[in-house]
């Protein structure tokens, strides 16, 4: 008898919701709804130096808008909690214990400067780089020994030195590679926290996962999860590796020329059903020339078979065709309902009033006021004479934008004070004039000279309309003469 379907999402909460995660996460929701199966979340938060406080809840919040949910997760329990790998560290170390009893790991001594020289050297010498299993050799005992004693050390999978490693994936078949291309993993960190690898197959077994729906980036590591299954004497889940997203020049799509926060597709006025049924034709057909779909009717027609690895194109033009369609069938009243619930809505209003209220005399002076805390991309031409900063080119002023963008995306939080705190550091390292970075700001972000406070407008605007309308404004300046 088969194992009910189980599968899961194991999204990293390191910054604003991915598109791929809502990509992945809805067909591993379809498959599982399919199946009668069970979808899992499960937050992947052992790298503590790069997690977010806001990230995880903006995870939820941000698939719970695309209209998915999930039958067990940390926000709502079940009965292989807990579901973030933070709290779940003693199981990794049990795990690397077995590893270790059975002869499939051992203890690595290696400090990170001889790591380091030893990649000088295969670089020099044009090797593959690689750890070269120096502390293979070492004992048991004696690793045991120099382990209890204090000394630092990492656990490593003993890989082997050579051979095919093979597994089968839905969509692709069987895929091969030598062992000799991958070197004797770190499972285990002198912290005590596991690696992705570890972490990611034992929870996926003890979880009881019977299928991992991811992307295809993951191919490369399969190998090595395969070994691991192996080394525990576990059974290995069914492989299947969703096609990337692209752009249109079919490069992986990035946030460096597509917006990639869920949030912005939400702040921008996408509706969500649009938004998952333009996912859902990425990669998948519904069947005839059919592109408009509800879940339940993708749910309903569901085969692996109606999969292409062709890279799906993330298409701003299409989504927003999409969307149109689902604007259109709208009643009068359902269409109200949504602009109440995007932008026209008391809790909006509450925050954007108190930034013009002393600007105007009359209510019908609100929305010309107010007009560009309400749209999406701005037509920047009328004020692209005036974002200029004396005696550097304006490409260089773009340039100058993305940094302020990566200074902010890297703090938690999108504040006014935090917003404020970083342009004047950034404005300090250019060496610029404080009005002159700010007005280019206030330029890029509003389209008008004069505004309410700018970095409360900015606050207002959210980061994801903010980012979006810096990024292009360093697009059109990288254009300009």
């Not at 598109?19 to 503590?48: C, H």
């Not at 990170?112 to 120096?134: F, I, N």
């Not at 291309?181 to 285990?188: A, K, N, R, T």
């Amino acid at each position: 008898m088969s194992r009910p379907v189980r599968v899961r999402i194991a999204p990293s909460p390191t910054g604003d919701p991915h598109v791929g995660t809502a990509y992945i996460a809805l067909f591993n929701y379809v498959f599982a709804k399919k199946m009668g199966g069970k979808f899992v979340l499960r937050i992947e938060d052992t790298d503590q130096t790069r997690a977010r406080s806001d990230s995880e809840q903006m995870i939820f919040d941000a698939l719970r808008w695309c209209g998915l949910s999930w039958d067990e997760g940390p926000d709502v329990g079940g009965p292989y909690a807990p579901y973030r790998q933070s709290e779940r560290s003693q199981h990794y170390r049990d795990a690397a214990g077995t590893l270790l009893e059975k002869g499939e790991g051992y203890r690595c001594f290696c400090t990170e400067d001889r790591l380091a020289k030893l990649r000088l050297q295969q670089q020099a010498e044009k090797t593959t780089l690689g750890y070269d299993r120096h502390c293979r050799t070492i004992a048991p005992a004696e690793a045991a020994s120099r382990a209890a004693a204090g000394e630092s050390h990492v656990v490593r999978l003993k890989v082997p030195v050579s051979g095919p490693i093979e597994f089968t994936d839905k969509l692709r078949g069987t895929i091969t590679r030598d062992a000799k291309e991958i070197d004797d993993q770190v499972l285990l960190k002198s912290d005590g926290m596991p690696t992705y690898h570890l972490a990611n197959v034992v929870d996926d077994h003890l979880m009881e996962i019977t299928h991992v729906i991811r992307a295809e980036e993951w191919i490369s590591s399969t190998q090595k999860h395969v070994l691991l299954y192996r080394a525990f004497g576990w059974e290995a889940p069914e492989f299947i590796h969703m096609p990337l997203l692209r752009n249109t020049d079919k490069s992986k799509i990035s946030k460096r020329k597509h917006p990639v926060s869920i949030n912005y597709y939400r702040d921008i006025g996408i509706l969500p059903h649009a938004f998952l049924n333009f996912l859902g034709l990425m990669g998948w057909s519904f069947g005839g020339d059919r592109e408009k779909f509800t879940l339940a009717e993708m749910i309903d027609v569901f085969s692996w078979d109606r999969m292409s690895l062709g890279g799906p194109v993330f298409d701003l033009d299409k989504l927003t065709w999409l969307n149109e369609q689902y604007i259109h069938d709208l009643s009068y009243e359902q269409l109200a309902d949504a602009l109440i619930s995007w932008r026209l809505n008391r809790e909006y209003l509450v925050k954007l009033l108190p930034l013009v209220r002393e600007r105007i005399k009359k209510l019908d002076e609100v929305i010309p006021a107010t007009e560009y805390f309400f749209s999406g991309d701005l037509d920047l031409t009328p004020v692209l004479p005036e974002m200029t900063v004396p005696e550097v080119a304006p490409a260089a002023v773009g340039k100058a934008l993305l940094d302020y963008v990566e200074r902010f995306e890297a703090r938690d939080g999108f504040d006014k004070t935090m917003l404020e705190e970083v342009a004047r550091q950034w404005t300090e390292a250019l060496g610029w004039k404080t009005k002159h970075a700010f007005m280019l700001l206030r330029l890029a972000t509003t389209g008008r000279k004069a505004s309410p406070p700018l970095f409360d407008t900015m606050a207002v605007l959210g980061k994801e309309i903010t980012r979006r309308r810096l990024r292009s404004a360093a697009a059109v300046l990288a254009k300009a003469k």
